[in-house]
């Protein structure tokens, strides 16, 4: 598939889980933490459903996101999915899978600076809720 753009949203989400938790397991490893159930326990702070959601709210009542972002954020959240999170109510899985939508898209598209810039933010951010 050559334009990304045209891929649904659970196809950008699930390439978009992935990158974001790449750039956290990064993270948290350049913080020194080094013992695998300590990465895992501190990931969920990052990468759950409920962080996903809260992080995305945040950056749309900050007006954060393009026209564009915000129409694969939506893509992502309205996407219909057979699977729900096994701690998160619907609503929040389905914010989150806009998160990650937008994830992929902006990394499908080559756009690797934005996709730093944004999880920069979600990572300060979780940090000041700690």
Request: contains cysteine.
């Amino acid at each position: 598939m050559r334009d990304h753009t045209q891929l649904n949203g659970l196809a950008l989400a699930y390439v978009g889980d992935a990158i974001y938790e790449i750039y956290i397991r990064d993270f948290l490893v350049e913080q020194g933490l080094t013992k695998p159930n300590q990465l895992h326990k501190t990931a969920t702070h990052y990468v759950s459903a409920k962080a996903q959601a809260m992080l995305m709210q945040e950056i749309l009542a900050q007006g954060m996101l393009s026209e564009e972002e915000e129409l694969f954020y939506k893509r992502g959240r309205n996407a219909k999915s057979h699977t729900s999170a096994k701690n998160a109510d619907i609503t929040t899985y389905r914010v989150a899978t806009g998160f990650e939508a937008l994830m992929g898209y902006l990394h499908l598209t080559k756009q690797e600076e934005r996709v730093k810039e944004l999880v920069d933010w979600c990572i300060k951010k979780v940090g000041e809720k700690e």
